[in-house]
């Protein structure tokens, strides 16, 4: 048996090397690829991707997992061996279950799609892309009917990001969110938007780089096992556990884009980083879903990076970093501007307040255009429906609309953004327990330390990896089921205290 | 046919996609990797380079390969469909007759050797490597020993590098380069040496790059299609004809370093650079060999970027740069340091007359150890006597002895350094038939141009990239075999007016 399961970790560990090349070839196509690397680059990165592919629906990982059923059922659930094999498992039966054609089709479909899209938004021109989404919304639906058996035909979507979620969950949980979030939209929205001009003087680049890495490194970002490139849009990237990278964007004309992308994407690498180095090389060396990921980049961007706590520290750096912008910014002013709530048009620019209410809106159209209750002709105009009526604004045109976010026209309809908002809802859930078990984590925060914060979440939540889902880390974690209390709880005392609610 | 063809073109594309991979990991490697990445970076380098080779020794090539001959058959040798078949062909067959078992042991011993060689060089300590040295050598005869019925054991390790020459051959040209070039070195260094310190002030590194990047971007270098970034050991890598980089190694006390490694770096680049769009992808997207890549590095570096003409163009903009350093150096003295002669003990610092010392002592080792007329265990000794008898010098410890080069340490025994030699004696002969067809190319040089030169060695030189063999390519250009006498005539004329031979 030992052989056996040796196999099957070479063979997983040959699979993960070439996704983990095609994730430096990523890296290094958004960060210092001159232009003329471009097409062969896409080249690479799709051979790369379809070998691993190849690899990994190799009917021999099939009979390796077969004959290795009597030692996974020996074992005890949370056993390191058990995991893995269960998780390869759950991977192969997903995998082989989707006709390497499809795949194809559907990989080439969304590069053109992609491309289509970066021409259509700046030339407001749904038309356009109308007929690649219709064929997007079709594939969708085949790769949704790889999986027969579902309850909804978004429940395989949501699983590929989310897995154990199913739409039905989702919408429980967005509905009941929603009931909380409205009142305290309105009660915020009905007093002055607060001033955030503070944040959009000239702000050096060097020195807006530098103090956000100072800050990450004090959350205990290791840049021994990573590092901080610029690109135009961030994202944290992982080569390996000792080699995790993040990118920002700076706008020297707001201090808050690369703050908050930075300690949004060291929140991302954080988990990585903390992820148990035995684990190196194997499936279990990864986030478990998005919403756990993202609800780590939300706890080091929103319940720190935006607390009180955090500034009542740092501010006083920041001054002396820019004296002549801040110099003369009091703290209260600063806080009110890293916190200003205002119904917008863009979901990634939206507060912390405001954001779920952007994600259930499409979380709701996706589900529409695959069951069929809404056709892609008829998006547009859904999109702004639902915009007046969600939050009493209309896009002036569709680039600000139905063509905001890449994720429909580079990916797939369905599953593509409940993990934005689960992320939201479980940082506080996290963090709350992290806190009841230490009661001195903001104190500490207060003085510019997170050790016991770190250590709490990588303990309980980083080490494991991929090890367990996301609904049994919870469990483990928090003793029950996602709930929205500690999140409702955290956005009533910051925005009461901010607006006096 | 046009099917056995195309299904050639593509799995070769496959393989030239995971090699180029490969070059990206090992470029960022190099560059930018955090110090935590390295361990899994090795794994995922020998992955991909593995795959790469499963692939291509896959019987299905052969077979390909066998059904493709009557095509190839059909067509003028030098016709692009021929070349990639025959150049196929050779790689397939040098391929297979390797065991890959051998290859694997042989990697991982070459990776232990080159780890090991990092701690003995600093520690002047050849004991320490002199077993894993015996057994490198061991390996490199097996290797040899693949490839049965050659004249002298270092043949076929020879051919790796620089397909077509052998043993015997380049012991002939270094034998007649050697006759001429010992009067010369012996006429020279009986002058009083060149005063460089010049070379030897505070030159702050950015704008020693933002020169350097400017003198490469005059060549043709094409920051679109490649770019240059900082390490430790320069070198040039290609990742697509799209995407050909250039590494830089700077010292602020010695303005030679970077500008010269740059120059050097830039005619590696502008050779791949050069090479034919359509080849893109192939096979034939490549260098020839070892001595015609490192003749357009020389070509550029010292043909034009030491020589008077240059200098009498660039050096009143390197005055402007550098004012305080340089403002008050005389262009001739700037001119007779930067080509300064001296006999010394270390290959990569030599100046262009004793250079090939350098590299004939290295070859008579290599061939002697193979055919075992020198135990490993005395090449020390013999290193010291070689440098003692060639250049009158002895080095204090191995350290600058045996133990200076990485090749015998991180690759084989054999082929290694011939390639040097060889490309300098070329860089002239393409030289002299680039100024026979265009005899305004110097006086072009003096006026910052190099349209003319650069035409003409991308129409003669880079075009072709890897369709001819370096014995073909050097009769196409230059109607007869590899000779020596412009490269001796070229030194003459130089070094006879620097130091009035």
Redesign the interface.
């Known amino acids: 048996m030992d052989n056996k399961f040796q196999e099957l970790q070479v063979r997983l560990?040959?699979i993960h090397?070439?996704n983990?090349?095609?994730a430096?070839?990523g890296w290094?196509q958004a960060t210092?690829?001159?232009?003329?690397?471009?097409?062969?680059?896409g080249?690479?990165m799709a051979?790369?991707g379809r070998?691993a592919q190849e690899k990994f629906i190799d009917p021999a990982i099939g009979r390796l997992l077969d004959d290795l059923r009597s030692y996974e059922e020996s074992l005890p659930d949370d056993h390191d061996d058990a995991a893995l094999i269960r998780v390869a498992r759950r991977e192969y039966e997903r995998a082989t279950k989707i006709p390497p054609a499809l795949i194809g089709e559907f990989s080439e479909h969304q590069a053109m799609a992609y491309d289509a899209w970066t021409r259509a938004r700046p030339a407001n021109d749904f038309a356009s892309v109308r007929p690649l989404l219709e064929k997007t919304l079709d594939f969708s639906r085949q790769l949704a009917d790889c999986f027969p058996g579902y309850e909804h035909i978004a429940d395989p979507l949501i699983d590929f990001a989310d897995y154990g979620m199913k739409a039905a969950s989702v919408r429980v949980l967005f509905a009941e969110l929603r009931e909380e979030l409205v009142p305290i939209v309105r009660a915020i929205t009905e007093q002055p938007v607060a001033d955030d001009s503070c944040l959009k003087q000239h702000y050096p680049e060097d020195k807006q780089l530098a103090f956000g890495q100072d800050i990450i490194k004090k959350f205990g970002y290791?840049?021994?096992?990573?590092?901080q490139?610029k690109t135009h849009h961030p994202f944290m990237t992982s080569?390996?556990?000792?080699?995790v990278?993040i990118t920002t964007r700076v706008k020297e004309n707001d201090l808050g884009e690369a703050l908050f992308s930075t300690t949004h994407e060291a929140g991302h690498a954080l988990y990585e980083q903390g992820i148990d180095m035995k684990f190196?090389?194997s499936l279990l060396a990864a986030g478990t879903s998005a919403g756990v990921h993202e609800s780590q980049s939300r706890t080091w961007e929103n319940l720190v990076s935006r607390s009180r706590p955090f500034w009542e520290h740092f501010y006083p750096d920041l001054q002396a970093t820019f004296p002549e912008q801040l110099g003369k910014v009091e703290l209260d002013s600063f806080y009110r501007a890293i916190n200003k709530v205002q119904k917008s048009l863009i979901r990634t620019d939206a507060d912390e307040v405001t954001y779920n209410l952007h994600v259930m809106i499409r979380f709701d159209l996706e589900l529409q255009m695959l069951e069929g209750t809404l056709a892609v002709k008829d998006l547009p105009e859904a999109w702004h429906a639902r915009y007046q009526s969600d939050l009493g604004l209309t896009a002036p045109s569709d680039v600000d609309g139905c063509l905001q976010d890449v994720h429909w026209y580079g990916g797939w309809i369905g599953g593509s953004f409940q993990g934005y908002t689960i992320g939201n809802i479980l940082s506080a859930l996290f963090f709350s327990h992290a806190e009841k078990a230490h009661p001195e984590i903001k104190a500490e925060i207060a003085k510019g330390e997170f050790g016991t914060l770190h250590n709490w979440l990588r303990t309980n939540v980083y080490r494991s990896g991929n090890k367990f889902t996301a609904p049994e880390l919870i469990e483990r974690v928090t003793g029950g089921p996602l709930r929205i209390e500690p999140y409702i709880n955290y956005l009533r005392a910051k925005y009461g205290e901010l607006y006096q609610l």
Chains 1, 2 share one sequence.
């Open positions: 560990s040959e090397d070439l983990s090349a095609a430096v070839l290094d210092y690829m001159p232009p003329g690397g471009a097409p062969a680059r080249r690479q051979t790369l070998i290791d840049f021994n096992r990573g590092r490139d080569f390996s556990l000792g080699d990278r190196e090389g």
